[in-house]
């Protein structure tokens, strides 16, 4: 606890600097909230009743709850906003699948500052807490989650044939991906790409000569590293163009932070320029949010190891 | 926020400096570790489901599971256990009640120190951390939380007629427990005192000549009152022998904290020596949780005050 308090303690310092005010939002939300963010966040939480019958979930996700804080709240406030948080979230777990149901999270929430610009703004503030919080070797796997659908949407696959295939590819299931491209109705150069995209994993060079569907996603990763290499943390940045997150609501950039000392992400973020709006107030928007547990974790094992 | 944040860290300063280490428990536990430390602590709780049906409630008390914790994971830790927490907490409440169904609580427990230096270092720790946190007016009320219903037992009023009476004290209803004593079948001085007992208010010469059922607990408070008077912290307290709190816990001094610039308690605590006992380990214990959004109202009335 006492490290768990420390290592809290030097993110949010980093992000207090940068102008980021902290907020909290109650543990218990009404679960037609979570489900106007995102449907997967409100069927993955636990859930119970209010005096009135209403049902409330534990959150899942932070990010839905401060959607709705900025269109209430903040619905007079001038972006751009920026918000922190150290709150804990919930999911339903299998008994004894070693998964915790209750994690710790810290993140952040830009407002009202639309890509390029915002998006190189959270991950440099995300690299530097980290930097901050005593890692060294963590590395931030950057793509774009919404390259896939735009691909397929121009490539014209049937809306029907779309969604397992971006199911495959958020299950990282490279296999089913495969033999689904084989099957679709198009020319041999976009099922080459198909197929190639979610491989595309490196440095700049991923990016190199993007082909035409792609070019927008393409020309805004490449901004967002040259916005990084300015303040000094483009280096710690692998492209990874097969990266899709979680949860629906991600319409741009995306990424995810490891580090090679532990065996999984520690965090991730990115755009939401759409959920802004689902409560009532459009706004550009990305994000970050850490599990400060496993931070914490891959702290202790970089030591360990050096 | 930005105050609450340094609230807390006031707070937890000065109670680790005097060695109390942090803990946290989950927010979920199991309906039944509830129900065992007291029924209406786990009757007020929101509750859930887990995937194999087990009941989970929404912690409405940290103490519980610190209890729980202590017999648990703590179970080969030698005594004194020095423990604090900063944690939520959930009830259910009437919608538009104004009261709040989540609220962050502060507090210490303190296990293995019997009365009466468990008890004054537990009380002198919440005076100094409230002093620390800016506050200069608050008071502490102290009483003892057995009292009333030993001197029940001791003038041998039934079982059935001892329930109401107590109902009656913790809800501060002296009118009905003023009928209620009336109809007691005891002596005239028996029923004096069983009046006079909740009204006594004061300082140190309430305590002054105890009749005899009463004398242990009034060797207690006078030996508690002494240790504080040692630390300088003794000129807070007025001794309240009505006081009753509301957990059915406690087994001996009770405190509430309260100050004059808010119409509330900010906090309170008390012994409990059989709670960690219900979960295998016996151990004397006593602790304080603080209402921390209140100690926040209390320093900005005393501070618009000034």
Not at 119 to 124: K, R, Y
Not at 128 to 133: D, P, S, V, Y
Not at 264 to 289: K, N, Q, S, T
């Amino acid at each position: 606890m006492r490290e768990l308090r420390a290592l809290q303690a030097r993110l949010h310092g980093v992000w207090s600097e940068a102008g980021y005010g902290e907020v909290w939002t109650p543990t218990l939300e009404y679960e037609e909230v979570l489900r106007r963010g995102d449907a997967r966040a409100a069927g993955a939480g636990f859930r119970t009743f209010d005096d009135h019958g209403n049902v409330l979930a534990l959150r899942s996700d932070m990010t839905i709850p401060i959607a709705r804080l900025v269109s209430n709240r903040y619905a007079h406030v001038k972006p751009p906003i920026r918000l922190t948080y150290f709150s804990h979230a919930y999911r339903m777990v299998k008994v004894r699948s070693g998964q915790p149901r209750e994690f710790l999270q810290g993140g952040l929430e830009l407002i009202g500052v639309p890509a390029p610009e915002g998006d190189a703004e959270v991950i440099a503030l995300t690299l530097e807490g980290l930097i901050a919080a005593g890692l060294g070797r963590h590395r931030l796997g950057l793509g774009d989650g919404a390259l896939y659908g735009r691909l397929l949407a121009e490539l014209e696959v049937p809306e029907a044939q779309r969604e397992p295939l971006l199911e495959a590819l958020a299950r990282r299931d490279l296999v089913e991906l495969g033999v689904r491209v084989e099957r679709l109705n198009v020319s041999p150069a976009a099922r080459d790409l198909l197929e190639r995209l979610p491989r595309l994993r490196g440095g700049r060079e991923v990016l190199g000569q993007p082909d035409a569907p792609l070019a927008g996603a393409m020309d805004n990763l490449r901004a967002v590293y040259e916005l990084l290499a300015e303040r000094g943390v483009a280096d710690r940045v692998i492209f990874d163009l097969g990266l899709v997150r979680e949860l629906g609501y991600y319409t741009g950039m995306v990424f995810e932070v490891y580090d090679p000392a532990v065996g999984f992400a520690v965090g991730g973020g990115g755009r939401y320029d759409e959920l802004i709006g689902r409560f009532g107030r459009p706004l550009p928007a990305c994000g970050v949010g850490l599990d400060i547990h496993r931070v914490h974790v891959a702290q202790l094992e970089e030591e360990r190891q050096t």
